[in-house]
Structures are given as structure tokens and as C-alpha cells.
């Protein structure tokens, strides 16, 4: 790391003029510190050091000038720092982050009472509004004031965007969908804790993908909320003290009624219909330079059984360990990923004719009994495509062994009827509810959706039947409650 004085930056305080010094950080030359910053050596600097930068400097306890005394950093409190002239040596702010952070967290809050915002909660927000409307419904409904926070500001500027919010008072809680609103580097993590808010963070999507962008050990501490609990114990193998399952859910509210057909989805009524991405967004950017072994993908392709080759099969193939830190377990992604490609056209195939709704990536399907149009409108548009079909497919991909979609949910909230791939996510049903509507290989679909094609007296109670589950174990005001239990709020 670089050592000069345009590494360190002050914080001279203005009241106190012969407030002490506290060096968080004096870099791999410690001895030139005094020289760089003309500091006497009749005079007591504190300073602060993370002992796994020190461990990788040689000689460097040695190195340190007589007149610098080590400080606890249990002792660098709020009220101590905002008391003292702090510098930062910035370099090691990055590189050692779940060090700094709670240091620079209590740096950057002032000295002072926040008044506490019970029953309120803070959801990070942006463009793509993932899950924000139904965990806003929820939240008012179990009597929770809800605010919304721009995710982007606090993910790029924690240190100068965070303080301010809080200027207005501490929530009881965060909670982030995707880490969603909190940094890399984990310092609005450390910043809402030192002001008192419980940070959650539910994780819809792979655990493990979106820790690939996490710097900070930090992470370890948080509430977490898996939507497949065939994780919860890998992310506890990996350090983690808190993880609940948490299956996402419907909203009545959005999915119940309303919703209309757009002009390219008539003529759908009583049909079979498929609703869904040929792959995620950015996905050839997240596996950029992956390839996955020839000897697996031809037992993915070759293969007739009901295997599944999902996340954990793929894990166990490449022996992938540890799971964090780093990107390593990409290449146990892109695995899934291609067995999601291989098994979701395998079923697609199968099913004779069918209207997809998604993107062109279906257009190289193997039949010609597929009519592909384009994407509907999630709330706009969804329920009503719901409503009409007479059957909807449901594929579910390999990234999340045990985890259910929204189609799960959505699709009986709406009033339609749900066919589903079996899977371990399914196992928070009825079996009696499962077993009549659940394919393990392609070759059954067709049957099945002959079967319930026709709106008969045992596909309406069936449907009844689901929609009473639903709405009755599944919705969202559910999930919130089950957040607000496990965390003791």
C-alpha cells in the first residue's frame, strides 16, 4: 500500500483545538508518520490498526513511533470521536473493511439524540421496485410506517446519505430485498447498527450469487431471509448467525382482480400459456469467462431420469469451497444455469401447443406448436393472463433447488390454475393440493393438461382449494409477520 501524506485524510474539529489525535490507520511506514504531519514527539497520538494489516506488514509494531499508544477500538465511540481530530489512512478503509467499517460508521454520527421512529420501517427502492409494493402493502396493513429510500444514494454514499436520514430519527428496522440500499464494503450496515436499527436482508435470489458482490465479513451479522431454505445451512457453514426461511408469497391486494389483456395476448382464453425470461438479466456478464465442463453439461443433456441438476448437484460435481469470499462459485452457477436452459426447453418441447409470453430467446425452441410473443406487463397485465388461460406452465430453474416463484403464488391469487414441476420448495403445501397439479418429467404434462384443460367441477374445487392456501398461509402480510417475529419486533 502507499505510503505518503496525500494517503491520509483529516478531520480537524473545530470546537476542540487541543482535542486528542486518532489516527485510524498509519499505513505500512508508521515511523514517518510524525515527519509527514509535523507532529511533536512530547505529545500522545492514539491510533487504531486492523491486526490482519499488521500481520501482513513485516516489522511493523516496531516501526511505530514511541509516542503512539494503541487504542481499543470498543473505546472509538461516537461521543470519542466526534471529541477528537481523526485521521484516516485511506487505503486500508477498503481492504480491511469489516474493521473500519463500525470505526468509520461511529465517525460519521454526530455526538447527539435520534429520536426512535417505532413501527417504522425503511425499504431501499430503485428502478426495477422488486417485491416494494407487496412489502409496502404489508407492512401498512400489520400497522408499519413504511418509507422508501432511494437504494442507489445509499448504496454509492453511505457515509454522507445515511447520517442524514437518520438526522430525522432511527426506524426499527431496514430491510433490504438483494442487499438492495446497503454497500459492498458494508458501511451502512455499520452505520445503522451504531444508530440502533435492525438491518434484514432478504435474499430472493441465490444467497451465494449475490455474495460474490459482498467485501465485508460483515454480512455474518445480519438478519437473513432465504426464499430456499437448502441454504440455510451452507450460508451458516459460511459464517452466517442468523437465517430464516422465508418463501415469497402474493398479494391479493395486486393480484386478486384487476389486470387487463394487452392487444398480442388475445385469443389465449382456455389455452395453455407459459409466463417467463429465457435467462436473467446481465447473465452472460455474470458468468463472463465460465465454462462449464463438457463431461457434466453431457450428463445434463443425456439424461432421461427425474435428477434434478440444480445449485447443490452442481456444488458437489465441481467441489467449489469455500463459498465466500470471491467468485468462485460462478462456475456452480453457470452449471445451474445451463441445467436450467437444458430442462426448461426439454418441458417447453414436450407440451404440444402452447402460447409463450417472454423473450426471443424462446423463438429456438424445438416445436412448432410454440407461439411466442413478448413480455406482459408484471401488474398490468399479469393477472388477467392468469385469469383467462385455461392452464398456466410453470418451470422452475435450477439456481434454487427448494425455491418457489411468484407463479407459485400468483397464478391461483389471480383465479387461474397452476401446473408446476416437483421440487423440495413445494413441501409448504397440502400434498393433497400438490400431488394433482405436479409433473417430474416432461412426458407428463401433456397429460396433465388434458386432464384440467376442460373447466370441470373437480378443477374448480381444486383451484377453490388452492386459493384458500393462499390466501390464508401466503400472502405477503404473512411473510411480514414472520419477519416482525423472528426479529422480535
Partial sequence: M??????????????????????????????????????????????????????????????????????????????ASSRAHVVRYLPVQKAFPSFYGPLTARLSLEDRQRPRLERTVWLPVGDD????????????????????????????????????????????????????GLDHFGLGQA???????????????????????????????????????????????????????????????????????????????????????SRF??????????????????????????????????????????????????AVGAGAEFASGVWKRRCLNAVGRITIFGDDGWKDLDTPDADVRPVVDYYAHLPALYRAAGVVLNVTGMQLPAGLNQR??????????????THPGLGIFPDELVEPIAYARPGEIHDLVIRHREETPEKRDLRRAWQDCIRRDHTYRNRVEAVLKALNL
Fill in 129 to 180: 421496485a422488486l417485491l416494494v409494493e407487496e412489502l409496502a402493502r404489508a407492512f401498512a396493513d400489520a400497522g408499519w410506517r413504511v418509507v422508501r429510500i432511494d437504494h442507489e444514494s445509499l448504496g454509492k454514499h453511505p457515509g454522507s446519505t445515511l447520517p442524514g436520514y437518520l438526522q430525522e430519527g432511527v426506524p426499527d428496522l431496514f430491510f433490504s430485498v438483494n442487499f438492495r
Fill in 2 to 79: 502507499p505510503a505518503d501524506a496525500a494517503q491520509f485524510e483529516w478531520r480537524v474539529n473545530r470546537q476542540l483545538d487541543d482535542a486528542p489525535v486518532i489516527f485510524l490507520g498509519l499505513g505500512p511506514e508508521p515511523d514517518k508518520v510524525p515527519e509527514w504531519f509535523d507532529l511533536p514527539d512530547d505529545e500522545t497520538f492514539f491510533y487504531l490498526e486492523s491486526p490482519d494489516f499488521i500481520a501482513q506488514v513485516e516489522g511493523w509494531r516496531e516501526r511505530v513511533p514511541a509516542h503512539f499508544a494503541p487504542m481499543d477500538p470498543e473505546a472509538f465511540t461516537i461521543a
Fill in 408 to 421: 407459485n403464488f400468483d397464478v391461483w391469487c389471480a383465479g387461474g390454475f397452476l401446473l408446476t414441476d
Fill in 281 to 330: 438479466p446481465d447473465r452472460d456478464k455474470f458468468f463472463a469467462g465460465i465454462t462449464v465442463p463438457e463431461d457434466a453439461a453431457a450428463l445434463v443433456v443425456d439424461a432421461s431420469g427425474p435428477t434434478r441438476f440444480d445449485y447443490h448437484w452442481w456444488r458437489d460435481r465441481l467441489g467449489v469451497a469455500p463459498l465466500w469470499p470471491g467468485n468462485a462459485v460462478r
Fill in 191 to 277: 452505520i445503522l447498527r451504531e444508530a440502533g436499527a435492525k438491518v434484514a436482508v432478504w435474499m430472493v435470489d441465490n444467497p451465494f450469487h449475490l455474495l460474490t458482490g459482498i467485501k465485508t465479513e460483515a454480512w455474518r451479522e445480519l438478519n437473513l431471509f432465504v426464499t430456499d431454505h437448502s441454504f440455510i445451512g451452507p450460508l451458516i457453514e459460511n459464517g452466517a448467525r442468523r437465517v430464516t426461511h422465508l418463501p415469497l408469497a402474493a398479494s391479493p391486494a395486486l393480484f386478486e382482480s384487476g389486470g387487463t389483456l394487452p392487444d398480442h395476448a388475445q385469443g389465449i382464453e382456455g389455452g395453455l400459456i407459459f409466463v417467463g425470461r
